[in-house]
């Protein structure tokens, strides 16, 4: 099955800093690469995703890049603000339509101001 | 965006006794959901899919007599800790796919705590 290695598990930054977690996946079939956040307590929202038939993806303050040939993708934030502290979760999906997901371990990212 | 409920928000029981959690989509069908497991400060496991009018399928290492899944509508969703035990502690999220391709709304979760 799918594995999904995240890291760092732990980002601290200072505000209007960049901040960059990377992931990699094993199974060669998953072309679905959502960035989820979780705040404490909460269920986790999406933030991008990026599907396998592009390398990046932009929205705002927020990139996701995609290697396919290196199974890695990472997840960009630059000019952090003290609000995008939070649990962040990568997640790989094979290619069937409501495909599950299988996630990374999780970054803590501290923005702090 | 689609809206995903969860309920109870948190529950809170004794050893031995069984627990409903809802899942519901608001605002469109879903044929599928899943239903994840977070521990303190880990990652989210994939228990079970569920299937509206059929068996749920569990994922290896999950007891299915344990965590039974009832998928009774388009829109409902329910997962039952049966006879819980202090290590069934956890938080547990619910999930719908969306129209767009793969695309899942989570549910806001539900903290269970077993005395």
């Known amino acids: 099955g799918e594995n999904v290695e995240q890291h760092p598990s732990t980002l601290s930054v200072q505000e209007g800093d960049s901040a960059v977690i990377k992931c990699t996946y094993s199974?060669?079939?998953?072309?679905?690469f959502p960035w989820y956040k979780q705040e404490l307590g909460k269920g986790p929202q999406l933030i991008i995703d990026?599907?396998?038939?592009?390398g990046e993806k932009k929205d705002q303050r927020i990139a996701v890049t995609l290697n396919k040939t290196a199974k890695h993708f990472s997840l960009h934030i630059t000019e952090t603000q003290p609000e995008d502290s939070a649990v962040y979760f990568c997640?790989?999906?094979?290619?069937?339509?409501?495909?599950?997901?299988?996630f990374g371990q999780g970054t803590i990212l501290t923005v702090h101001p | 965006g689609a809206v995903v409920s969860q309920h109870p928000s948190w529950v809170i029981c004794k050893s031995g006794t069984s627990v409903k959690i809802e899942c519901r989509s608001l605002?469109?069908?879903?044929?599928?959901m899943f239903w994840y497991r977070q521990f303190p400060k880990q990652s989210l496991m994939l228990m079970a899919t569920?299937?509206?009018?059929?068996?749920?399928?569990?994922e290896q290492g999950v007891e299915k007599d344990k965590f039974l899944i009832n998928h009774a509508s388009l829109t409902l969703s329910t997962l039952t800790v049966t006879s819980a035990h202090p290590e069934d502690s956890s938080f547990y999220i619910c999930?719908?796919?969306?129209?767009?391709?793969?695309?899942?709304?989570f549910g806001p979760g539900t903290r269970l705590t077993v005395l």
């Open positions: 999930s719908a796919p969306g129209t767009g391709y793969n695309e899942q709304f």
């Open positions: 199974d060669s079939a998953s072309n679905y």
């Open positions: 990026i599907r396998s038939n592009v």
């Open positions: 997640a790989a999906s094979a290619g069937t339509s409501y495909g599950k997901l299988t």
């Open positions: 605002d469109f069908q879903a044929t599928t």
């Open positions: 569920s299937n509206e009018g059929s068996k749920a399928t569990y």
